[in-house]
């Protein structure tokens, strides 16, 4: 296929999602020309007015919408919609039908984003990324003078995709961890080979499930249930009534931040995350700081 390219580099983003509309504000102004696939008009009123005015409605997957979004002469398609898998189609379909140079696909499930790494599909997986942050700032809290770092006591609160995929990591790096989650089905996320911890079936949000998942020795404190509130008050609670030395949270609204770290509370917010890594990705295609042209 002959690729005719404008002189700015064209990205299409696909989905106005948390994620979608993060890489729209910071990549818009940044050298290239976005055309953003909203799923409806609600969402694409979230965009920032200049770009929701341009923005195309509907599925990303028509083959129509695929035309009027110029896949055809893209250098760069995301799809960030909330489908792991019609993110995947999509990307799949950019680089093997419209031959787009950079493609890549949001997948939340760490599962899915590994079977899809392996079809060759740049992927970026929240929960991974997430993971790896928030193991990159415990090692930077307990750094010793000397390698190896000692064993830590790690509280982690919330199973999902977020906290067993952390649970594993720090079990399989050789730490005493502990999992609260409310819903015991969520701790059969727990992999049977490497999480070798302790699992406490009750809602964080009691000091006696704290007390029993052994919150007065432990080192280190991560909430990540899927609400903000309950990670603010769970990271509280452990900093001030048990003195654990560190705390950390998961955060969806990234509005809380300054908030949390004034509290003390070292928080990671996965949208910021994931839009990161998809910066990162058009960074390492386009050499250029922000993935511009
Ligand atoms: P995910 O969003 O997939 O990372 O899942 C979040 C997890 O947090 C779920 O397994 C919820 O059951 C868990 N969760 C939410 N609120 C609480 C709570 N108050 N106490 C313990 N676990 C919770």
Redesign the pocket.
């Known amino acids: 296929m002959v690729r005719e390219r404008e002189s700015a580099r064209q990205i299409v983003l696909a989905g106005c999602t948390p994620i979608g509309l993060g890489l729209a504000t910071r990549l818009d102004g940044n050298g290239c020309t976005l055309r953003i696939i909203a799923r409806t008009f609600t969402r694409a009123l979230l965009l920032p007015a200049a770009l929701a005015d341009d923005a195309l409605v509907g599925d990303p997957l028509e083959p129509t919408m695929m035309e009027a979004a110029g896949l055809d002469t893209a250098d760069a398609l995301l799809a960030v919609t909330n489908h792991d898998d019609g993110n995947a189609a999509l990307a799949l379909a950019g680089a093997r039908l419209f031959a787009i140079p950079l493609v890549a696909a949001l997948v939340e499930d760490p599962i899915r984003a590994d079977a899809y790494g392996n079809l060759g599909l740049a992927v970026v997986c929240t929960?991974v990324l997430t993971t790896a942050e928030f193991v990159r700032r415990a090692r930077a809290c307990f750094r010793p003078a000397k390698p190896p770092m000692k064993s830590l006591a790690i509280l982690i609160?919330?199973?999902?995709?977020?906290?067993?995929h952390l649970a594993n990591q720090m079990s399989a790096d050789g730490h005493a961890v502990v999992v609260?989650?409310?819903?015991d089905t969520?701790l059969s996320r727990l992999s049977a080979e490497v999480f070798s911890g302790y699992r406490v079936v009750?809602?964080?949000?009691e000091p006696a499930?704290l007390r029993r998942a052994r919150i007065e020795g432990a080192d280190l404190v991560i909430a990540?249930?899927?609400?903000d509130n309950?990670n603010l008050m769970?990271t509280l609670v452990a900093r001030r009534v048990f003195a654990v030395p560190h705390v950390m949270a998961?955060v969806y609204d990234p509005q809380r931040e300054p908030m949390y770290r004034e509290l003390g509370i070292d928080c990671v917010c996965p949208t910021l995350v994931a839009v990161d890594g998809f910066c990162a990705l058009l960074e390492r295609a386009t050499g250029r700081r922000g993935g511009g042209a």
């Open positions: 929960e609160v919330g199973c999902g995709r977020l906290g067993s609260v989650d409310r819903d969520a009750g809602d964080a949000a499930v990540t249930t899927d609400d309950t769970v998961r």
